[in-house]
């Protein structure tokens, strides 16, 4: 059975900074690409940042390039978001997902606000 669980979200300031962890299991952790969404209220669902399974380079939407790194530690099932420079617009739900089987799995959430 698979299983994703985040941590690590919370409340920051404007420019302050935080890490994300999803801990996974129920899968072969090191052979799938992995993902961070976020949602805003009142918005779609959007796609922050992927980690493939082995080399390779991760990618990031705009909005976040150069203030976000994933990362992975394929021993302890663990994917991370490291998040720097955080603006408002950024508060969000942050989820991790995989895609396997032509299913995607999803944790349950957990929330990043970034206020004054």
């Known amino acids: 059975q698979v299983r994703l669980v985040e941590s690590g979200g919370g409340l920051v300031q404007p420019g302050g900074s935080l890490r994300l962890s999803c801990a996974a299991s129920?899968?072969?952790?090191?052979?799938?690409?992995l993902n961070w969404y976020r949602q805003a209220p009142g918005k779609e669902r959007e796609l922050v940042a992927t980690?493939?399974?082995?080399?390779?380079?991760?990618n990031y939407a705009d909005s976040v390039k150069g203030r976000f790194t994933i990362s992975r530690d394929n021993a302890k099932n663990t994917m991370y978001l490291q998040m720097n420079s955080l603006k408002p617009e950024d508060t969000a739900v942050y989820y991790c997902?995989?895609?396997?089987?032509?299913?995607?799995?999803w944790g349950q959430g957990t929330q990043v606000t970034v206020s004054s």
């Open positions: 997902n995989v895609h396997r089987f032509w299913i995607d799995y």
């Open positions: 129920g899968f072969a952790f090191s052979d799938y690409a």
């Open positions: 980690i493939p399974s082995a080399g390779g380079n991760p």
